[in-house]
Every structure is written in structure tokens, then in C-alpha cells.
């Protein structure tokens, strides 16, 4: 069964820094590509962030490109998010997934997420 | 960025009745490979998304038969042939195509 489980969510000032990671199982992580969804009650879903099998391509939205950073540890099958300079609306649900099949953006299988509150 | 539109954003639909969600696309979704990228996702209430359907009509795994896509280039729908009690939830329509991928605002399908 694969499962995705996300953690390194928590409340943050804004300027700080959190790293999410999410651990996979029932699958091999290396032969995927992942991203990282967020969801707010205002915005909605927002996909963030993708990176391919190894590591070597990573994309982003335009509003967390140069804070926010995506690497993954296919030996611990962990995909991590690290997210630096913090602010308000970076406050959602990060939700990581797994790209059905590294070409288009389809997320086959979800986790339950981690909340993140940025707030003074 | 392509920007997607639902309507509607409210469904209140009566069991055993269908049920149809239609979701437009700013830009083609059509790809040069023939396919249209442009997925479906429910969010059942306390739950994460899920995937209902890839790639207009490909309904992922374990999905009833009830629920059905159909459409192309920017104009989408998802249709439930028959409504039950489970398929309350929200649902989303997403193009898959070009990041950053993008999803619809969500259309609330509930119970009369």
C-alpha cells in the first residue's frame, strides 16, 4: 500500500524556517518524480513545488521561488521542503504527492499533510 | 500561469440523481502528443485529495464507473451518472500540463 507521511509542520514566525519532510513507503521512491501541494480555506489548492527522480530538476511556483527549496533522499525514501523567509501566506496545509508519471503534473497518491501557521 | 474556472461552486445534488461539473481552462490543455491534460480530484470532508480521474477520462484505481470525463482543449466536465451518499466532498478539476499546475477553485457537491 503506498503511503506518504508528512511531518515538520508548526507555527513560525514570519522570517523563519521549517523543513518538512515526508516518508514513503509501499513504493520505490526513486522511480518517482514528487511535488508539494499546499491548501488554504482562501486560495484553495496550490501546487508548489515537483522534483524528478534523482534530484537533478526542480520547479516552482513564482511565489516561493528563492525561499523555498526541494530535495529529496532516495536511500531514506524521504522527500523533504525546506522553507526559509517565512511570511503570512505561506500559512496551508503542505500536502506531499507522488507524480503519477513525471511528465504531466497528475498526483496519484496523496498524504494527509502538515499544517504550517506562519504568525507573530 | 493557466487559470481554471468550475461552476458550479455549489452542488447540492439528490441521491440516485446525476450530476454534472464543468471546468474551463484559460489555455488549450491539448498537448502536442494528442493528449488533453486535465485531471480530476475529490476531496472528501476531513480528508486529503485523492484522484479521480487523469488525462480528461481515465478514471484512477479503484474508482467507480459511475464517475465519467469527458471534454477537450478548455472546456471539461465530470459527470456522476448516479449520485450516492459517498461522493459528497469537494472536487477539483487541475491541468496537469504546464507547471505551475493549477487547480479550480473546487465545486461543493452535498446532499439535498
Known amino acids: 500500500e503506498v503511503q506518504l507521511v508528512e511531518s515538520g509542520g508548526g507555527v513560525v514566525q514570519p522570517g523563519g524556517s521549517l523543513r518538512l519532510s515526508c516518508v514513503a513507503s509501499g513504493f520505490t521512491l526513486r522511480s518517482y518524480w514528487m511535488q508539494w501541494v499546499r491548501q488554504t480555506p482562501g486560495r484553495g489548492l496550490e501546487w508548489v513545488s515537483r522534483i524528478d527522480n534523482d534530484g537533478g530538476y526542480t520547479t516552482y511556483v513564482e511565489a516561493v521561488k528563492g525561499r523555498f527549496t526541494i530535495s529529496r533522499d532516495n536511500a531514506k525514501n524521504t522527500l523533504f521542503l525546506q522553507m526559509n523567509s517565512l511570511r503570512d501566506e505561506d500559512t496551508a496545509v503542505y500536502y506531499c504527492?507522488?507524480?503519477?508519471?513525471?511528465?504531466?503534473?497528475?498526483?496519484?497518491?496523496w498524504g494527509l499533510g502538515t499544517p504550517v501557521t506562519v504568525s507573530s | 500561469d493557466i487559470v481554471m474556472t468550475q461552476s458550479p461552486l455549489s452542488l447540492p445534488v439528490t441521491p440516485g440523481e446525476p450530476a454534472s461539473i464543468s471546468c474551463r481552462s484559460s489555455q488549450s490543455l491539448l498537448h502536442s502528443d494528442g493528449k488533453n491534460y486535465l485531471d480530476w480530484y475529490v476531496q472528501k470532508p476531513g480528508k486529503s485529495p485523492q484522484l479521480l480521474i487523469k488525462l480528461v477520462s481515465n478514471r484512477a484505481s479503484g474508482v467507480p464507473d459511475r464517475f465519467s470525463g469527458r471534454g477537450s482543449g478548455t472546456d471539461f466536465t465530470l459527470q456522476i451518472s448516479r449520485v450516492e451518499a459517498e461522493d459528497v466532498g469537494v472536487y477539483y478539476c487541475?491541468?496537469?500540463?504546464?507547471?505551475?499546475?493549477?487547480f479550480g477553485p473546487g465545486t461543493n457537491v452535498d446532499i439535498k
Open positions: 504527492t507522488r507524480d503519477a508519471d513525471g511528465f504531466g503534473g497528475t498526483s496519484d497518491y
Open positions: 487541475m491541468e496537469a500540463l504546464q507547471s505551475p499546475f493549477t
